[in-house]
């Protein structure tokens, strides 16, 4: 059974649908053994006690360097044996140094079709934002293993929806985010069977 670790800032409805892919039995090789936050007030704290998950808040406040925090939250999630991490709405750039401790077995999702609308500054309603500016007929999400780059570590997997005349940003959002809670679970699924293999930073899906 493999250890999962969800990192939450906010409300966390990502790390709903992870924790109700794993009570279903959809996950039936993981379970999430810890969600962690950078904010005491993150409602995805609450959603893991609901669930008797258990929970840690570290505030970055009392840290000097983001080195440093890091460095205890790697180790944190060492003492549990942790063997996958999913950022679910985690609003830090992760240092090397927690990358390095954790590479392969960190994984983010990301509200497009990644390579496009990806990078500094393109997180939440502002990726919408920025598909509908240029016109795209469709968008989508993307499930990554994280790299040192924002954005850029190898894709898992993907899901389309179109764009339709219309929408706002907050609608593309809720349809995007339907596909985010599918594809999450997808890869998560895939993790926990051993069936991905990174191949020259590409992604290969074993049968």
Same mark, same amino acid.
């Given at each position: 059974?493999?250890?999962?670790?969800?990192?939450?800032?906010?409300?966390?409805?990502?790390?709903?649908?992870?924790?109700?892919?794993?009570?279903?039995?959809?996950?039936?090789?993981?379970?999430?053994?810890?969600?962690?936050?950078?904010?005491?007030?993150a409602?995805?704290?609450?959603?893991?006690k609901?669930?008797?998950?258990?929970?840690?808040?570290?505030?970055?406040?009392?840290f000097?360097?983001?080195?440093?925090?890091?460095?205890?939250?790697?180790?944190?999630?060492?003492?549990?044996?942790?063997?996958?991490?999913?950022?679910?709405?985690?609003?830090?750039?992760?240092?090397?140094?927690?990358?390095?401790?954790?590479?392969?077995?960190?994984?983010?999702?990301?509200?497009?079709?990644?390579?496009?609308?990806g990078?500094?500054?393109?997180?939440?309603?502002?990726?919408?934002?920025?598909?509908?500016?240029?016109?795209?007929?469709?968008?989508?999400?993307?499930?990554?293993?994280?790299?040192?780059?924002?954005?850029?570590?190898?894709?898992?997997?993907?899901?389309?929806?179109?764009?339709?005349?219309? =929408?706002?940003? /907050? %609608?593309? $959002? @809720?349809?995007?985010?339907?596909? *985010?809670?599918?594809?999450?679970?997808?890869?998560?699924?895939?993790?926990?069977? =051993?069936?991905? /293999? %990174?191949? $020259? @930073?590409?992604?290969?899906?074993? *049968?």
């Amino acid at each position: 059974m493999k250890k999962i670790a969800v990192f939450v800032s906010g409300s966390g409805s990502n790390l709903q649908a992870i924790i109700d892919a794993c009570e279903s039995g959809y996950i039936s090789k993981g379970k999430i053994e810890i969600v962690f936050s950078n904010k005491e007030d993150a409602y995805g704290l609450q959603r893991a006690k609901k669930h008797n998950i258990k929970t840690l808040f570290l505030s970055p406040d009392d840290f000097k360097t983001r080195e440093e925090y890091d460095k205890v939250v790697a180790t944190k999630m060492n003492e549990l044996n942790i063997d996958l991490i999913c950022l679910a709405g985690y609003m830090r750039i992760l240092t090397p140094v927690f990358l390095d401790t954790f590479k392969g077995k960190i994984m983010n999702i990301h509200p497009a079709l990644l390579p496009e609308f990806g990078g500094k500054g393109m997180y939440g309603i502002y990726v919408h934002e920025a598909v509908l500016k240029a016109g795209k007929k469709e968008s989508g999400c993307t499930v990554h293993f994280v790299d040192y780059g924002t954005d850029t570590g190898p894709v898992i997997l993907q899901r389309k929806v179109p764009v339709l005349d219309g =929408d706002t940003p /907050e %609608i593309l $959002q @809720k349809r995007v985010l339907e596909q *985010e809670h599918l594809a999450y679970k997808e890869a998560i699924k895939l993790f926990t069977e =051993d069936k991905l /293999e %990174i191949i $020259q @930073k590409k992604i290969k899906i074993k *049968e």
